[in-house]
Nanobody, 119 residues
Framework: QLVESGGGLVQAGGSLLLSCAAS????????MGWFRQAPGKEREFVSV??????YYTDSVKGRFTISRDNAKNTVYLQMNSLKPEDTAVYYC????????????????WGQGTQVTVSS
């Protein structure tokens, strides 16, 4: 029901726009978050958008921007000034109620999109 796209290989300092398209139901009122998982590491919170606003983990503040288009049932993550440490598989998650930073709180997940930042 959630499909991420937009990942790829980019040089450090470059930009990517990730998209998370929902299908099967409307997620317009749901908090939706972006997480990432590097090899050998746990899935970590990146950003969330909800009725209360937006929130980012410290390492991406000022570089990443989350937004949504409810008409398209899509959430975006604009990533600028990318760094090699941003390399990971990026996932979007959605939940009817939860808008926190723990991956376990989200019910719906996409399959992920790979982001690789070369130095």
């Amino acid at each position: 029901q959630l499909v991420e796209s937009g990942g790829g290989l980019v040089q450090a300092g470059g930009s990517l726009l990730l998209s998370c398209a929902a299908s099967g139901r409307s997620f317009s009122g749901y908090p939706m978050g972006w997480f990432r998982q590097a090899p050998g590491k746990e899935r970590e919170f990146v950003s969330v958008i909800s009725r209360g606003g937006t929130y980012y983990t410290d390492s991406v503040k000022g570089r990443f921007t989350i937004s949504r288009d409810n008409a398209k049932n899509t959430v975006y993550l604009q990533m600028n000034s990318l760094k090699p440490e941003d390399t990971a598989v990026y996932y979007c998650g959605a939940d009817r109620y939860y808008s926190g930073t723990s991956a376990s709180g989200y019910e719906y997940w996409g399959q992920g999109t790979q982001v690789t930042v070369s130095s």
